[in-house]
């Protein structure tokens, strides 16, 4: 099918007419047709393995020989067919007529070149610029125009020295760099802050609009798309499900799988039980019903009283120990918290400067709670975490965690940290061992008598029997326990993790950034599950996050990090809905959001 451009520009960006996509024996894109208008904003949404990358990858003529693509693809009045066209053509029109923007900045880069010269290298190769000074001087200037300080000295850095955000903008700096006609950017923000988010987005939108340059923007998250685009397509197993203005797909969407997308990633929505919609249960979402889930929370923390918050559901699946804590008292105490690290010497006779990681940070825990972390990188998250999981030692101050002094830990006390305490990482692939079943991964920590409360090592079918039950309490089949972690989807390996992280039953489970590369139907099925699980084993969580929106849903308390201090600490309702602290202020600004649209 093909779908007409709604701008009203009369010239064309990109037409896609009859594209299909297949591999041997099965098809990949089905029949899309759409059109881009020139310095038209269109998003293309779905799933993962809905198609979408396929089709970027068809535009820019990157597919691979195991693929076959058949149907027509032109790119502004430029005659040729991109489908079919030689390696050779297809790399004269990249770069020239159209140019991507890939997810990961540091892997698009070259470590081993200074930016500015990476820059000049693509208005160069297309001969843009006549001779490697202009080409550098346009460099310096495009750096300029995409918001980096000090441009000239900026082109004379390479990618690791600098941040996230500001690699991002070199290489939109060099896909801009001959003034194409289509920016293709695939899930460009995903990585980033949310302020840093904001600033790209912002800066996309910006030099699209001054180029008159047509925009294909891929990306899973509907608040960011609604933030950008002026019109969305919507992709579901590859095939066009929806097409039509933002505003109208969004809050009144025809299809139900747009629907259940638009569920799954309102995080102020639940159902009839108080959970998250996911795709699957999204029949009685009403798109613009917001329930204030957060004073559910709240209410059901307050409603066990001082004495009995800490005594949930599952708390006597794990008696207490002499070595813990009683009920009401902290499990995780902070007192003037700093770590400092040495840094490289800037030259020969240079002196090492000092990093301050955290500063003075301070701040208890009592048990059941949901705390939650936010802040940018660099704002200490991750050093706070490795000193309360006993990876790293603080430089002075106090830090407690079950009663244990993890100030200058000795094995007793890095053992009952163990047992107490467990870590969801943010990439499963990367923290599951790619060659041992998932029956071996979730029983691993059953072999050591020490991470047990018993004290007493569990026999091969007592250890079986613990992980046909963590299986079925994460919601996976039980045939999953003899198959390894590449054969499964990215949510059902978090659900691995997970499993992993519960089998010795501990008392805090520390989740670090444990939704994030995760679709929105993904990610509310994990974050229902999280919460159930954190009511069943009583446990105590905390939730490092940069996206606040999940902190918002998932935890009663929060504290706001910045430059290795907590700026903003309390309970969550008090600190989204009335913060104090600019900072905070501005990270809740910065946060894309689709109720505005919904509320209109």
Same mark, same amino acid.
């Given at each position: 099918m093909t779908l007409i451009s709604t701008n009203?520009?009369?010239?064309?960006?990109?037409?896609?007419?009859?594209?299909?996509?297949?591999?041997?024996g099965r098809t990949l894109i089905d029949d899309v047709g759409f059109t881009i208008g020139a310095g038209e904003r269109v998003g293309l949404i779905g799933e993962s393995g809905s198609g979408k990358s396929v089709t970027s990858l068809a535009v820019m003529g990157l597919l691979p020989d195991s693929l076959t693509a058949s149907g027509t693809i032109t790119v502004g009045d430029d005659p040729r067919?991109?489908?079919?066209?030689?390696?050779?053509?297809?790399?004269?029109?990249?770069?020239?007529?159209?140019?991507?923007?890939?997810?990961?900045?540091?892997?698009?880069?070259?470590?081993?070149?200074?930016?500015?010269?990476?820059?000049?290298?693509?208005?160069?190769?297309?001969?843009?610029?006549?001779?490697w000074v202009a080409a550098r001087k346009r460099a310096v200037q495009l750096i300029a125009d995409v918001g980096l300080p000090d441009p000239a000295e900026a082109a004379g850095a390479y990618?690791?020295?600098?941040?996230?955000?500001?690699?991002?903008?070199?290489?939109?700096? $060099?896909?801009?760099?001959?003034?194409?006609?289509?920016?293709?950017?695939?899930?460009?923000?995903?990585?980033l802050?949310?302020?840093?988010?904001?600033?790209?987005?912002?800066?996309?939108?910006?030099?699209?609009?001054?180029? *008159?340059?047509?925009?294909?923007?891929?990306?899973?998250?509907?608040?960011?798309?609604?933030n950008v685009c002026d019109r969305i397509l919507v992709m579901h197993h590859g095939v066009v499900v929806e097409e039509g203005l933002t505003e109208n797909v969004l809050t009144r969407p025809q299809h139900p799988y747009t629907r259940g997308l638009l569920a799954a990633s309102d995080l102020d929505a639940t159902d009839e039980q108080g959970r998250l919609f996911t795709v699957s249960t999204a029949e009685g979402y009403v798109p613009g019903r917001f329930v204030d889930r957060l004073g559910e929370a709240t209410a059901r923390v307050a409603e066990r009283g001082a004495g009995e918050q800490q005594s949930m559901a599952g708390a006597s699946a794990r008696p207490e120990s002499d070595s813990v804590p009683p009920s009401g008292a902290p499990v995780v105490k902070v007192? *003037?918290?700093?770590?400092?690290?040495?840094?490289?010497?800037?030259?020969?006779?240079?002196?090492?400067?000092?990093?301050?990681?955290?500063?003075?940070?301070?701040?208890?825990?009592?048990?059941?709670?949901?705390?939650? $972390?936010?802040?940018?990188s660099g704002s200490g998250k991750s050093t706070m975490l490795r000193i309360l999981s006993g990876l790293d030692r603080p430089t002075s101050g106090n830090v407690e965690v079950v009663?244990?002094?993890?100030?200058?830990?000795?094995?007793?006390?890095?053992?009952?940290?163990?047992?107490?305490?467990?870590?969801?990482?943010?990439?499963?692939?990367?923290?599951? *061992?790619?060659?041992?079943?998932?029956?071996?991964?979730?029983?691993?920590?059953?072999?050591?008598?020490?991470?047990?409360e018993s004290g007493q090592a569990m026999d091969a079918q007592q250890r079986r029997n613990r992980v046909d039950e963590l299986l079925e309490q994460v919601g996976l089949p039980a045939d999953a326990a003899d198959r390894y972690p590449h054969e499964f989807s990215g949510g059902q390996r978090q659900r691995i993790s997970i499993a992993r992280a519960l089998s010795c039953r501990p008392r805090i489970?520390?989740?670090?950034?444990?939704?994030?590369?995760?679709?929105?139907?993904?990610?509310?099925?994990?974050?229902?599950?999280?919460?159930?699980?954190?009511?069943?084993?009583?446990?105590?969580?905390?939730?490092?996050?940069?996206?606040?929106?999940?902190?918002?849903?998932?935890?009663?308390?929060?504290?706001?990090?910045?430059?290795?201090r907590i700026v903003e600490l309390g309970p969550t309702s008090k600190i989204y809905d009335d913060p104090q602290n600019e900072y905070t202020k501005a990270l809740i600004r910065a946060t894309p959001t689709i109720q505005h649209l919904q509320e209109a």
């Open positions: 009203s520009s009369t010239k064309t960006a990109l037409t896609v007419e009859h594209l299909n996509v297949s591999t041997a067919n991109v489908v079919g066209l030689s390696e050779r053509e297809s790399a004269r029109m990249r770069g020239l007529k159209m140019s991507m923007v890939f997810q990961e900045p540091m892997t698009a880069l070259n470590p081993l070149m200074k930016v500015g010269d990476q820059i000049a290298e693509a208005a160069l190769i297309h001969k843009t610029t006549p001779t990618p690791h020295q600098l941040s996230g955000g500001q690699r991002q903008r070199v290489v939109l700096a $060099i896909a801009l760099a001959n003034d194409p006609t289509l920016l293709v950017a695939d899930e460009p923000t995903t990585a802050d949310v302020t840093v988010q904001r600033q790209v987005l912002d800066l996309v939108q910006r030099t699209v609009a001054e180029r *008159d340059t047509g925009l294909l923007f891929i990306t899973h998250d509907l608040a960011v798309v609604g007192t *003037d918290l700093t770590r400092e690290y040495g840094s490289r010497r800037s030259g020969l006779f240079g002196k090492g400067r000092r990093v301050k990681a955290l500063q003075g940070v301070s701040y208890e825990i009592t048990s059941g709670r949901r705390f939650g $972390i936010v802040g940018e009663g244990r002094d993890l100030t200058n830990p000795g094995k007793a006390d890095l053992a009952e940290l163990r047992r107490n305490l467990q870590v969801v990482f943010q990439d499963p692939m990367a923290s599951l *061992d790619p060659r041992m079943k998932v029956k071996d991964i979730i029983a691993e920590p059953l072999l050591n008598a020490g991470n047990l489970l520390v989740a670090d950034e444990p939704v994030s590369a995760l679709d929105v139907s993904v990610r509310a099925q994990v974050l229902n599950l999280l919460a159930d699980l954190v009511d069943e084993y009583g446990l105590t969580l905390i939730f490092v996050s940069h996206d606040l929106g999940v902190v918002r849903y998932l935890c009663d308390e929060v504290a706001v990090m910045k430059n290795g």
